[in-house]
């Protein structure tokens, strides 16, 4: 049996806003609006969401708590694999859209609800992230799309709520933010261009620091446990360090790449903590895993990465993947040194009882205590071998070649 109860998916922003006016009023569904926090929002934020979904008209409203378990379930392997798509993006919305996406179809099956309902547009990665979970989790509620469906523009839905006795500030409009534990991004004109930067003003975290800074990041088994002298769980830590990170203006760019639909996109971001702790991460596990186990590393976080961003969180290689990515860590602990500058940070260096450069076996560059220089005469003339054939045999056929028009 059907009934109008519809779950929206609210930030509170232009587009979620539209939603509940278009949802209640031409639709005539009874709204439950719920946002999901995957530690973007203080308490007092939280709020602000509510009283304003109340404001706009929903009978309910409420906020999921996923932090933990989005840490837990995803941006720990992110860590792990050191992901940044195209080399720049450290997925700050792609990871949090699925769990998000989890929280809600899950809510929407607890009251009850024969609607789910979202606001992502019809040229964006969302509509497909949010579709996908609803439709494996809850495969029995309609999904509902207003803004997809009707392809409307921002300035349209504005005119449309103003209509229904809400004002909306185009100046803040007109940028779309979505804040995370893993990061911020920035939609606006500028993005839809390929040569616009964003104004300083788009950006939440402005630069208010410019005094250097050094900190100390504790990493135990590849999860970071504590900044400076302070023991933190991994969730705290992130959201310190981006605390004091943020007010240096650092983990800004602007990433350029293929979405779920085929097209590209351009979208700028914020993620100091990110930013920090991958680039610190990493080179920590310079020191302390083997060339092969970096090497299949990368292979494999890129992949771990690629289908995140494309929404396959469910495909069953990817418990495959988490499996060989947690295994790896088990020696990439110790501290990580960084100094914070206005823009940008510097990787200093590290302490770990698992330095492999403090093998005692050689100083790079300096003195070997393993070995004796006819060793590594012996070992290069080895090693040079399969090179050697080559080049013999195909000498040896180049040089027939040109002393003949043809050869058997």
């Known amino acids: 049996m059907m009934n109008n109860k519809v779950v929206l998916a609210f930030s509170g922003g232009l587009d979620t806003s539209y939603c509940v006016k278009y949802l209640k009023h031409d639709k ?31 009978s309910s409203h409420i906020a999921l708590e996923e932090t933990d378990n989005y840490y837990q379930k995803i941006i720990k392997y992110l860590i792990f ?63 509902i799309t207003p803004i997809r469906d009707q392809q409307l523009s921002r300035q349209a839905e504005i005119e449309y709520l103003a209509k229904h006795g809400v004002n909306i500030d185009w100046k803040k ?28 003003e788009a950006y939440p975290s402005p630069l208010v620091e410019t005094t250097p800074k050094q900190i100390a990041l504790t990493f135990e088994n590849g999860e970071l446990v504590g900044l400076d002298d302070d023991n933190l769980a991994p969730v705290e830590a992130i959201q310190k360090l981006e605390s004091i990170a943020s007010k240096y203006a650092i983990g800004r760019d602007m990433h350029i790449g293929d979405t779920i639909i085929g097209i590209k996109g351009r979208v700028g971001f914020e993620a100091a903590a990110a930013s920090i702790i991958i680039k610190a991460h990493h080179t920590l596990e310079k020191h302390t895993l083997s060339k092969w186990q970096q090497h299949w590393k990368q292979q494999l976080g890129d992949w771990y990465g690629m289908f995140i961003h494309e929404s396959q969180y469910f495909e069953p290689v990817m418990r495959n993947i988490e499996g060989f990515l947690q295994d790896s860590q088990k020696t990439v602990s110790g501290k990580v040194f960084v100094e914070l500058l206005p823009y940008r940070f510097i990787v200093q260096g590290i302490d770990s009882p698992y330095d492999l450069m403090k093998s005692g076996f050689a100083d790079y560059g300096e003195i070997n205590k393993q070995w004796t220089g006819d060793d590594v005469k012996g070992f290069t003339k080895i090693l040079a071998n399969p090179m050697k054939i080559f080049k013999h045999v195909n000498d040896k056929v180049n040089s027939e070649l040109q002393n003949s028009d043809t050869y058997d």
Do not use: C, M
């Open 173 to 200: 409009a007109q940028y779309s933010i979505n804040k995370g534990l893993w990061g911020t991004s920035i939609g606006g004109a500028e993005t839809l261009t390929s040569h616009a930067p964003l104004p300083e």
């Open 81 to 143: 694999g050191n992901v940044l798509k195209n080399n720049t993006y450290p997925l700050s919305v792609s990871a949090e859209r699925i769990y998000q996406a989890i929280a809600l179809a899950e809510y929407a099956q607890e009251v009850g609800a024969s609607y789910i309902a979202h606001g992502s547009t019809g040229a964006g990665n969302d509509q497909v992230r949010f579709d996908l979970v609803f439709q494996l989790i809850a495969p029995e509620i309609k999904i």
């Open 28 to 58: 005539n569904l009874e709204v439950h609006s719920a946002i999901v926090n995957t530690g973007g929002f203080s308490p007092e934020e939280l709020q602000e969401i509510e009283t304003k979904a109340f404001n706009l008209g929903v």
